[in-house]
């Protein structure tokens, strides 16, 4: 099973710009889908984005559709999530979350409790 570290929250300016990476570690990276969550204070974890096992499938909420980018480097077992045109809607703590797929599999979950590991988290502050 993978272990999961973000990496690459911060603060930054509404319009601004960030790129959150996930390394894992222990597992085989390739055969994972992985998704990109967030949670903010008072407010249930909501899906983000995610990408199958191989990187050719990706699915955004519609919140981030055209904003942000997911995508995922199999050879350095890291996925990342590039955040444009930020929000201040956007604040929340970032996680994310690996689930065994299969390195062929078309399948991308896009609820929280299909996926069985976890990051930490890293915070995201967008100010207005």
């Known amino acids: 099973q993978v272990h999961l570290v973000e990496s690459g929250g911060g603060l930054v300016q509404a319009g601004g710009s960030l790129r959150l990476s996930c390394a894992a570690t222990g597992g085989t990276f390739s055969s994972y889908a992985m998704g990109w969550f967030r949670q903010a204070p008072g407010k249930e974890r909501e899906f983000v984005a995610a990408?199958?096992?191989?990187?050719?499938?990706?699915h955004y909420t519609n919140s981030v559709e055209g904003r942000f980018v997911i995508s995922r480097d199999n050879a350095r077992d890291t996925a990342l999530l590039q955040m444009s045109s930020l929000k201040p809607e956007d604040t929340a703590v970032y996680y994310c979350a690996a689930q065994s797929s299969g390195p062929d599999s078309t399948w991308y979950p896009r609820r929280a409790d299909k996926y069985n590991t976890w990051g930490q988290g890293t915070q995201v502050t967008v100010s207005s």
């Open positions: 990408i199958t096992a191989a990187g050719g499938r990706t």
